[in-house]
């Protein structure tokens, strides 16, 4: 009976001190000393640290709240792969402070915007979402090409986070706006893991093909259903061109077969127009030939 009296279990306080230790020791051990190792820091080998221009860009984000809308986080999953591109990694949050993954997608995805659309596009869709997207309820920014860059603010962040810059990377900002500043940060999102696109089409199996659909009515009307979705609001509302890309007449006349324009539309364009194989059937890409063929015919007949 007295062994009981005498055990830790039998005072309360002894025993909560201890067991207070046990936590704080286990805890130190398992969260706090891994976080000083240089394993836990992963960094990709061609990720860069911001320049002060991407830095403003990438405050105004944060302060703009648009991490409450768009994520900048591509799950392992293979409808988010197959939509955004590839997963994401913990090597390229190396230089995230905070990080800005999000966490509700009102908007789609941003973590592979990187190089996926031209500076032009940005703009253009900056100032007015609605003209590529009728149904977005993303704001207007056009106020932001009025808009200087807090340069003193930039600098101090350039500091406290240790990036590299020259006095002429500063004074280069003075010449610059709040829209450049978004448009050079959406360039860079993601840009350092390399762009895969895991159901690209093969050129070589269609660059000369012949399309299946070739003068069939059905399929052009099908086409510009495509077209109205996805492709006006950088080529025009009828094919006539803007200033983010060239217009439809001109395009066509550079394809020698129908297979080009295939492979080109699924695969995409770097820079200038993204893959639309993720996100159309290879007969929805036949269907759109078909179309910008037709819609090529009529403007060179109208000439």
Sequence with gaps: MSDNKNSIYSKSVVFTVVVAVAVIIGSVITAFVPLAMKDMHPKLDNLKPYTALQLAGRDLYQKEGCFNCHTQTVRPLKADVLRYGEYSKAGENYYEHPFLWGSKRTGPDLARIGGKYSDQ????HFNNPQAFYPLSNMPKY???ASKPIDIEQTKRGMDVLGFPYTQEDIEALKSRTQLDAMVAYMQVVGSAVERKNYVAVLPEDYENAQNPFKDDAASAEKGRVLYE???FFC???NGEGTNIASG??????????????F??????????MPEHINIMTKNDIWDLVSYCRMLAAKQQASN
């Design 263 to 272: 492979v080109d539309v699924a695969n995409g364009l770097p820079g200038m």
């Design 248 to 261: 439809i007449t001109d395009l066509v006349d550079e394809y020698t077969s129908d297979g080009q324009i």
């Design 142 to 144: 056009d106020w932001l």
């Design 229 to 231: 979705a996805n492709c």
């Design 235 to 237: 080529h025009g509302v």
């Design 121 to 124: 596009w940005h703009i253009d």
